[in-house]
């Protein structure tokens, strides 16, 4: 199918994006990898009056790592997570989401930033910068801004962006010693979204997990953080009753619908499993 | 209506095209240049039948506007055949009976290529990984794995006998 009649800029700096942002406001949707957008567009579930194509901008595709932080340009590839030298090492968590992110085709588009900035509770970034506590950058005509992540997403497909801000940048603290984490999700195959699918990030004392941040994909309106779960572990050995404990924490939190993928039942007792394998994982990484 | 002139390299050859805004890359390339071998197989940027190769990586086609492949350099199948015949991916397809109804061929040749000139020894789970984003609905992928795995040893093969002893 072929979408409505759109008006088409593609600005070369970041200033010019911001302008065109401001001019055509909510008519405007920003162009990023277009992986979401154009499907979008093509059953007119989307019908902008004017798109602006951020892949011109020079500058936003990136990944460096300072020494308190990873960062990561909004327009950065999903390939170029997958195929980077140290993010597996240092950030599995981050590396583990990369390899199930749709398909090898579809991640040769899609950017880290627009993945996040869509806000689709299906997405796999959302949850797994809620799991790191990452740090959103977004520039608009007042300048720039940092937002939390935990401040970021305030809804289905909503943000904490203003219509005329662009997301610029992913900061991801860098996890300090004993730190870990894994992203497991299920899928029915490859390029469809999560039945469900659990972010942990976490650091060990010994047996003992000292910090814990757990997060869920497609399992909830809105990507969400399995805060109830985090408490029942912080302080804690990660014994099996322990675990238990949190998978169901995080399977009576989350607030997932029935569709194709399963039943509201099948996809809470997933959840519990998959918050208990997912923190395992995380826990051996961290040794 | 916001209708654009677009130039870009396809297969080695220059190309200026009209297209309005909206219109997927895929449709400039099947509709305006001829070059039928890319297929579109769904509506719903799932299945690869449409996949090129743009500036070094496979791609969708047909999620993609043609206005933004201004500039770019674009390989489809058409370009894949060399003067001397046959590409080994093409050859191996043939050999090791890498498909049926043929529709997902193009695609998944484009798509192995590139797997190729990134990992030119890969396992089998590494192809089936970089397949993976093409469905096949008559091979099972078997076959495919063994084309590509085919084309695989014979472009090294190939470039064994061209590096100067």
């Given at each position: 199918?072929?979408?409505?009649?759109?008006?088409?800029y593609a600005p070369?700096?970041?200033d010019e994006?911001?302008?065109?942002?401001?001019?055509?406001?909510d008519?405007?949707?920003?162009?990023?990898?277009?992986?979401?957008?154009i499907?979008?567009?093509?059953?007119?579930?989307?019908?902008p009056?004017?798109?602006?194509?951020?892949?011109?901008l020079?500058?936003?595709d990136?990944?460096?790592?300072?020494e308190s932080?990873?960062a990561?340009g909004?327009l950065?590839?999903?390939?170029?997570l997958e195929?980077?030298a140290f993010?597996?090492?240092?950030?599995?968590?981050?590396?583990?989401?990369?390899?199930?992110?749709?398909?090898?085709?579809?991640?040769n588009?899609?950017?880290?930033?627009?993945n996040l900035?869509h806000?689709?509770p299906?997405?796999?970034?959302?949850?797994v910068?809620l799991a790191?506590?990452?740090?959103?950058?977004a520039h608009?005509?007042?300048?720039?801004?940092?937002?939390?992540?935990?401040?970021f997403?305030?809804?289905m497909?909503s943000?904490?962006?203003?219509?005329?801000?662009?997301?610029?940048?992913?900061r991801?603290p860098?996890p300090?010693?004993?730190?870990?984490?894994?992203y497991?999700?299920?899928?029915r195959?490859?390029?469809?979204y999560?039945?469900?699918?659990?972010?942990?990030?976490?650091t060990m004392n010994?047996?003992?997990?000292?910090?814990i941040?757990?997060?869920?994909?497609n399992?909830s309106?809105?990507?969400m953080?399995?805060e109830i779960?985090?408490?029942?572990?912080?302080?804690?050995?990660?014994?099996d009753?322990?675990?238990?404990?949190?998978g169901?924490?995080?399977?009576?939190?989350?607030?997932p619908?029935a569709?194709?993928?399963?039943?509201?039942?099948?996809k809470?007792d997933?959840?519990r499993?998959?918050?208990k394998r997912?923190v395992r994982?995380?826990a051996?990484r961290?040794? | 209506?916001?209708?654009?002139?677009i130039?870009?390299?396809v297969?080695?050859a220059?190309?200026t095209?009209?297209?309005e805004?909206?219109?997927?890359?895929?449709?400039?390339?099947?509709?305006?240049?001829a070059?039928?071998?890319?297929?579109?197989?769904?509506d719903t940027?799932?299945c690869g039948?449409?996949?090129?190769?743009l500036?070094g990586?496979?791609i969708?086609s047909c999620t993609?506007?043609?206005?933004?492949a201004?500039?770019?350099?674009?390989?489809?199948?058409?370009?894949?055949a060399?003067p001397?015949?046959l590409?080994?991916?093409?050859?191996?397809f043939?050999?090791?009976?890498?498909?049926?109804c043929?529709?997902?061929?193009?695609?998944?040749?484009?798509?192995?290529?590139?797997?190729?000139?990134?990992?030119?020894?890969p396992?089998e789970h590494e192809?089936r990984?970089?397949?993976?984003?093409?469905l096949?609905?008559?091979t099972?992928?078997?076959?495919i794995?063994e084309?590509i795995?085919?084309?695989?040893?014979?472009?090294r093969e190939?470039?064994?006998?061209?590096?100067?002893?």
């Open positions: 199918m072929i979408p409505s009649v759109f008006d088409f070369r700096t970041l994006a911001v302008a065109l942002l401001t001019e055509h406001g008519d405007a949707k920003i162009l990023a990898g277009g992986q979401s957008l499907p979008a567009m093509r059953f007119r579930l989307a019908a009056a004017v798109l602006v194509d951020i892949n011109g020079t500058g936003l990136y990944i460096r790592e300072t932080y990873l990561i909004a950065t590839r999903e390939s170029s195929e980077h993010i597996p090492a240092r950030y599995p968590l981050l590396a583990d989401a990369a390899h199930v992110i749709a398909d090898p085709l579809v991640r588009r899609a950017t880290v930033g627009g900035a806000a689709d299906a997405n796999d970034h959302p949850a910068m790191y506590g990452a740090e959103i950058h608009g005509p007042r300048g720039a801004r940092a937002i939390p992540i935990d401040d997403f305030t809804g497909f943000t904490a962006l203003q219509p005329d801000e662009l997301l610029t940048e992913i991801i860098r300090g010693p004993f730190s870990g984490g894994a497991i999700k299920v899928e195959k490859v390029g469809d999560a039945v469900s699918a659990v972010a942990v990030q976490l010994g047996e003992v997990c000292t910090a941040r757990i997060a869920l994909t399992v309106p809105a990507p953080r399995a779960a985090e408490h029942v572990l912080i302080g804690q050995p990660l014994s009753l322990n675990l238990e404990a949190a169901q924490a995080a399977a009576a939190a989350c607030d619908s569709d194709l993928r399963g039943s509201i039942d099948y809470r997933l959840t499993i998959l918050v997912a994982k995380a051996e961290a040794a | 209506m916001s209708k654009h002139t130039q870009f390299t297969n080695g220059s190309h095209v009209e297209a805004s909206r219109i997927l890359l895929v449709h400039v390339i099947r509709e305006q240049l070059l039928t071998g890319t297929h579109i197989g769904c940027s799932s039948a449409c996949t090129i190769i500036n990586r496979a969708k993609m506007f043609a206005v933004q201004h500039g770019a350099s674009i390989e489809t199948i058409e370009g894949v060399g001397a015949g590409h080994p991916l093409q050859e191996g043939w050999e090791k009976h890498g498909l049926q043929g529709f997902c061929t193009p695609g998944m040749i484009m798509a192995a290529k590139a797997l190729l000139e990134r990992n030119p020894e396992t192809i990984y970089g397949i993976s984003g093409n096949c609905r008559c099972g992928y078997v076959k794995v084309a795995q085919y084309a695989a040893e014979k472009l190939q470039s064994a006998v061209e590096v100067p002893a």
